[in-house]
């Protein structure tokens, strides 16, 4: 991760007591524990004082998170450290002293993004890049000082190091080389790990082999390119089931595996990823055809999300992501609050069943803090109507909502130039009547409606078949209009065949379109909005600044406004608890 500019001012730190097994629920109702000159501070998800993703990973049943902080505080270009949290549960979080921070040549001018790696026997590894005098980024190594201790608060660095570095030989741009992935193990019992760069404007996942974790050899070919995608940061390969939802060690290969690449896009601050497969003979991975590199491809989130990183967590066996949320506000608005920067909640990951793309889900440990459930069923949307669901805390809720469409009559027809989702929902917003759409959820809405963010869909007609479009739109989100209120967009990918059976059955009997497909989950926590459509396949992040709708004044709806009536088949909504998060 290079560039920290326009983020952040200094930062609140708030301390939390660790108290047996690590989870503190408040028991009072969900909101009083957020100050109240702090509308935008969240209540359940991870705030570190800033910042994006180094290793997490799972070591005796602890959860351990590292990721990059400033610590001399107002500057955004200060001295990077690797600041320590840890987590029974991945919600609630203990903070501990900084792992990492600045003490030799080779790391002297910053402790950049790096990962864990467990070796064999359960020592953690991390691997990190290093800023040295000249200010060229090397590749470094750390152990654990005391392996009894399960919170490993102290940490050794390699006499080794820099283990990976620019040279004259290798041709390595000395800033542009960064970001170590987690290593895996080959076939022939060599360590590999992966760094991000570029050449030109070509994206580089650079491959480094070792047999002791200690002497790396860079490879003649790098794992993959791309041309035109530019600098590649935060790289992140594994292994997918193709079938099931379990997560798999990160050295598994085999046929019963597909392989992920994701890669942070610099140019463009998306995390981006393809499906391929791995040849770990000839240590190169090759994206399925049809896979697109570059900005178009497929995204993790679809608003904001970067910097991103998985681990496999040997103790639920599932692979679980974690992304870093950008402020989208203005350098000045940060600074007065005090912070900048949010974790996503982190979500379990896999191969969705057509092999085409992955599925993202909260952690199911989230619904510890789902408190004052509200359940509707049946209800009728009309056309221009707007529900309220009352009864929970909108400023802190999470919400699973699922439609049932009886009639496509009214479904638009494609526009051949519609090729980019995003502009497609900033021109045909919440506020643009459609025929089949949009309709949704009105998440942190002022009572007169001025103020809301909308998540929805719009169901469109293409020759024989049905595109669903999932749109969050900010654009009346806050009356402060210095904030930026993009509107971010995707098509939801469904399963032609299995649109015909429904279509099928829809027509002749009213069928529900199953609950995963057409469902759209929000967990809105003051001043963000995760979205979560057709069961996970399309997922997008927002940031919000109301003004009105802060705190208890902050509403939640359902609307349509379509041509077309459609029904609400179930809608559930829970208040959430706070979290002890930094
Ligand atoms: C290592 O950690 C264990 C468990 O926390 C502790 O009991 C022990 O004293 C530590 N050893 C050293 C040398 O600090
Ligand atoms: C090396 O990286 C720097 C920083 O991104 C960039 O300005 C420069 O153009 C790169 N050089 C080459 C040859 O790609
Ligand atoms: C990348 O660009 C180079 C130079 O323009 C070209 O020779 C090469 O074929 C391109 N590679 C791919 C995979 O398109
Ligand atoms: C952070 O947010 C700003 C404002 O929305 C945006 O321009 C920038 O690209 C974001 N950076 C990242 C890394 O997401
Ligand atoms: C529905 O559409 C009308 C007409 O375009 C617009 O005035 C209204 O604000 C829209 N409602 C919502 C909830 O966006």
Not at 3 to 14: E, I, T
Request: aromatic content about 12%; some cysteine; glycine content about 8%.
């Amino acid at each position: 991760m290079l560039n920290m500019a326009n983020s952040n001012g200094f930062f609140l730190f708030f301390f939390a007591l660790f108290v047996g097994h690590g989870i503190m629920m408040l028991q009072s109702s969900a909101l009083s524990s957020v100050p109240a000159n702090q509308p935008y501070r969240t209540g359940f998800h991870f705030q570190p004082p800033k910042n994006w993703i180094n290793g997490v990973m799972v070591y005796k049943g602890v959860y351990h998170l590292f990721y990059q902080y400033n610590p001399n505080g107002v500057k955004a270009d200060g001295i990077k450290i690797w600041a320590h949290s840890t987590s029974k549960d991945l919600v609630n979080w203990t903070p501990h002293e900084p792992a990492i921070y600045p003490s030799h040549s080779y790391d002297i001018k910053g402790c950049w993004s790096g990962s864990a790696t467990l070796l064999p026997g359960g020592k953690p590894a991390v691997l990190y890049t290093g800023i040295d005098p000249y200010r060229r980024q090397v590749q470094n190594l750390a152990f654990p000082k005391n392996l009894s201790d399960p919170y490993l608060k102290e940490w050794i660095k390699s006499d080794k190091n820099p283990l990976m570095q620019p040279t004259t030989k290798n041709h390595i741009n000395a800033s542009s080389f960064r970001d170590p992935t987690t290593a895996w193990l080959g076939p022939d019992k060599k360590w590999r790990v992966v760094i991000g760069s570029k050449v030109n404007n070509q994206g580089l996942a650079i491959l480094f082999k070792s047999e002791d974790f200690l002497n790396w050899f860079q490879s003649k070919t790098p794992l993959h390119s791309a041309n035109n995608t530019g600098m590649w940061e935060c790289p992140d390969f594994y292994p997918v089931l193709v079938k099931g939802r379990s997560g798999v060690d990160t050295s598994l290969n085999g046929p019963f595996v597909k392989h992920v690449l994701k890669v942070s896009l610099d140019d463009t601050k998306h995390d981006l990823y393809t499906i391929g497969s791995y040849d770990s003979v000839k240590d190169v991975y090759t994206p399925e055809q049809g896979c697109i590199e570059g900005d178009s491809g497929l995204k993790y989130d679809y608003g904001k999300y970067y910097a991103s990183k998985t681990f496999f967590d040997s103790v639920e066996k599932r692979r679980i992501l974690t992304g870093w949320i950008n402020e989208s506000s203005r350098l000045a608005d940060d600074i007065k609050k005090g912070w900048s920067g949010v974790h996503a909640i982190p979500r379990k990951v896999w191969l969705a069943e057509n092999g085409k793309q992955l599925v993202q889900w909260p952690i199911a440990e989230l619904q510890k803090l789902r408190t004052n459930h509200i359940s509707l069923a049946d209800i009728l949307l009309e056309g221009g109507s707007v529900t309220e669901v009352s009864g929970v805390t909108a400023a802190q809720v999470d919400v699973e909502v699922s439609f049932e469409i009886k009639d496509f009559k009214k479904a638009e027809v494609v526009k051949p130039s519609w090729t980019n989702p995003q502009l497609l929902c900033s021109q045909k917003g919440a506020s643009v009547e459609g025929g089949l759409g949009p309709f949704g959820v009105l998440v942190l809405a002022s009572d007169d409606l001025k103020e809301q963010t909308a998540v929805f869909f719009r169901i469109f007609k293409d020759h024989d078949k049905y595109v669903v479009l999932m749109c969050s739109d900010q654009s009346r989100s806050s009356l402060n209009q210095q904030n930026d209120k993009a509107t971010y967009g995707a098509f939801l990918d469904v399963d032609i065949q299995q649109q015909k059976l429904s279509l099928r059955s829809l027509a002749s009997n009213f069928a529900i379109y199953s609950f995963s497909e057409k469902c759209i989950r929000a967990i809105i926590d003051h001043s963000i909005v995760e979205s979560f459509g057709g069961g996970g396949k399309v997922c997008i992040t927002a940031r919000v600044y109301p003004t009105l709708a802060i705190h208890k004044a902050a509403h939640l709806y359902a609307f349509n406004n379509g041509t077309q009536s459609i029904k609400i088949a179930e809608l559930n909504a829970w208040s959430m608890n706070t979290a002890n998060t930094n």
